[in-house]
Each structure stands twice: as structure tokens, then as C-alpha cells.
């Protein structure tokens, strides 16, 4: 699980650069527009793109609004991420975080609104997305394709909006 993360990884040996991000409409969507760039924890920053375009642009979208541009991105991602797997030669690069961003977007689209509710939602989707329990590890290890690197986040995100929503429901 944890060796996904280890520097011996090759997807983890090849940095991105700002070039190749803007190389191509595949790697700006997968990188969310150079969200991934950063060597370290680029996956917390990738959920924090996407949690900061989901607070800015809620009060304008409803939850089927959201739920609609989360496939429709599941679907660009899905592509962009087997793209970026093409062109540098690995298979899930940790630049490459539409698949955070979905997670997110579909995890707070189903909370309710508030701070407390999105750190709370955040940190457990970090969690889940890291910690890849059942099926997510089972995901992450046999789907090698893009499907897989998004469906691997979706999963993630219901765990923890179950986590989340039991936690409301106790102390709420």
C-alpha cells in the first residue's frame, strides 16, 4: 500500500516541470492545471486545488450540478491520466491529481456546508486516499489504466463522507 509512496517508486523518480504541464490539454487537466507540480504530497495539494474550486464556485453550483462536472472530469481525467502514464512511461505518477480533485469535489458536494464539515471531509479523504483500504487498495493495484488512478479517489471520498456523516450524526 505504503510503497506507492516510496521513493523507489519509478512514477516516483521523474519530476514534472511547468513545461510539460502546459504541454498538453491532457496534463493540465490531470495535473489540475500544475496542482501536481510539487514533488512532495502532491496528492494533498492536488485535494486542496480541489477544495478551494469547490468553495469558491459552490455558491453558484448545486449538488447535481457538481455531481454532473465530477464525471465529466472523471471521464477527462480518466484519459488525461492514462495520457500522462503514455507519455512519461509510468503508470500513475504522483503529479497526477484530477483524481484528488474529483474525489473531493464529490465528497463536499454531499456534506453540508461549512468549515468544520470540509476540514473534517478533507482530512479524512487525505486518510482513505492515502491508506487505500479495501476495495481502494484492490483498485489501485489491479486497474493500471486511468479508470482506475480516478475510481481509486471515489471510493476514498465515500469512505469518508461515511466517516464524516457518522461523526455529524454523533456529535452533531
Known amino acids: 500500500?505504503?510503497?506507492?509512496?516510496?521513493?523507489?517508486?519509478?512514477?516516483?523518480?521523474?519530476?514534472?516541470?511547468?513545461?510539460?504541464?502546459?504541454?498538453?490539454p491532457a496534463h493540465m487537466i490531470a495535473t489540475f492545471f500544475g496542482a501536481g507540480l510539487p514533488s512532495k504530497a502532491p496528492g494533498t495539494y492536488g485535494s486542496l486545488a480541489g477544495a478551494l474550486?469547490?468553495?469558491?464556485?459552490?455558491?453558484?453550483?448545486?449538488t447535481a450540478a457538481w455531481v454532473i462536472l465530477s464525471i465529466a472530469l472523471f471521464i477527462a481525467g480518466a484519459w488525461a491520466a492514462g495520457k500522462v502514464a503514455?507519455?512519461?512511461?509510468?503508470?500513475?505518477?504522483k503529479g497526477v491529481v484530477v483524481d484528488e480533485v474529483v474525489g473531493i469535489w464529490l465528497l463536499f458536494a454531499f456534506l453540508p456546508a461549512g468549515t468544520l464539515w470540509w476540514v473534517a471531509g478533507f482530512a479524512a479523504f487525505r486518510f482513505f486516499d492515502i491508506m487505500k483500504l479495501p476495495p481502494v487498495d484492490i483498485i489501485d493495484e489491479k486497474m493500471k489504466n486511468g479508470a482506475g488512478v480516478m475510481l481509486d479517489d471515489v471510493v476514498a471520498a465515500f469512505y469518508a463522507w461515511v466517516v464524516v456523516s457518522i461523526l455529524g450524526w454523533l456529535f452533531g
Open 1 to 24: 500500500m505504503l510503497q506507492k509512496y516510496d521513493d523507489s517508486n519509478p512514477a516516483n523518480q521523474i519530476e514534472l516541470t511547468s513545461r510539460f504541464v502546459w504541454s498538453h
Open 53 to 62: 474550486s469547490f468553495i469558491v464556485l459552490s455558491p453558484a453550483m448545486t
Open 86 to 93: 503514455a507519455d512519461l512511461g509510468v503508470e500513475d505518477h
